[in-house]
């Protein structure tokens, strides 16, 4: 999933009802393909839920942590996001700047 261009790295974290992992998904995802696929500096982005569907993980790649922050600025995205955090039981942000990329060994 790394791609070497990343230098930021976002890491979303939601604790919801177990009911709501399809729908809160699908609203995450939509949210990244809609907005952040589209944003300068934007890489990839991958949404998953843990074994016991009570938490989301949205982690999302970026060329700069001031690409990250700027999407951020965007009101639709703020507005989403709310929308989000308010239908979790928690929330939580971690920010991560890549220190190494191990690839799989090459026979």
């Given amino acids: 999933m790394m791609d070497i ?3 930021f790295i976002a890491a979303l974290v939601f604790t919801i009802d177990p009911k709501d992992v399809i729908r809160f998904g699908d609203a995450a995802a939509q949210l990244v393909q809609r907005k952040g696929s589209k944003a300068p500096g934007f890489i990839q982005s991958v949404v998953m839920a843990d074994e016991t569907k009570t938490q989301v993980l949205i982690v999302t790649q970026w060329e700069s942590r001031h690409a990250w922050a700027q999407v951020h600025w965007d009101q639709d995205v703020g507005n989403e ?27």
């Fill in 81 to 107: 996001i709310v929308a989000l955090v308010e239908s979790a039981t928690s929330f939580d942000v971690r920010s991560y700047d890549p220190i190494a990329v191990v690839r799989p060994a090459t026979a």
């Fill in 5 to 7: 261009k990343t230098t």
